[in-house]
């Protein structure tokens, strides 16, 4: 049975209290920051597979700047290569 691993970054990156990641893409980017939101694949699936998460790199409640316009990265779940995770310096590799 294949693994959700979007599920699985959810679970960990949720179960922390420091949140700071560096998140490096398949195209070797690199991006430090914090996610504050994610779009599921299907809304009305059973399963709960994440699409694209919504990474900030400056603490923020909303994913907007004050004209409205969005802040941050919109990253497919696909793109990531790996999560690492500073609060415990663990490594997600996708």
């Keep these: 049975m294949k ?3 979007s599920v699985d970054l959810f679970n960990k990156y949720f179960s922390l209290n420091n949140r700071q990641i560096i ?3 398949k ?4 991006y430090k920051g914090k996610f ?9 699936s059973t399963e709960n597979n994440i699409a694209i998460w919504h990474l900030t790199e400056e603490d923020t409640l909303f994913g907007t700047d004050s ?3 969005l802040i941050g990265h919109l990253i497919n779940h696909s793109d990531i290569s790996q999560v690492k995770f500073l609060e415990d310096n663990s490594l997600m590799v996708f």
């Design 27 to 30: 195209n070797n980017q690199y």
């Design 67 to 69: 004209f409205g316009f």
């Design 3 to 5: 693994t959700n691993t």
């Design 36 to 44: 504050i939101g994610y779009f599921k694949d299907d809304l009305d």
């Design 23 to 25: 998140v490096k893409l």
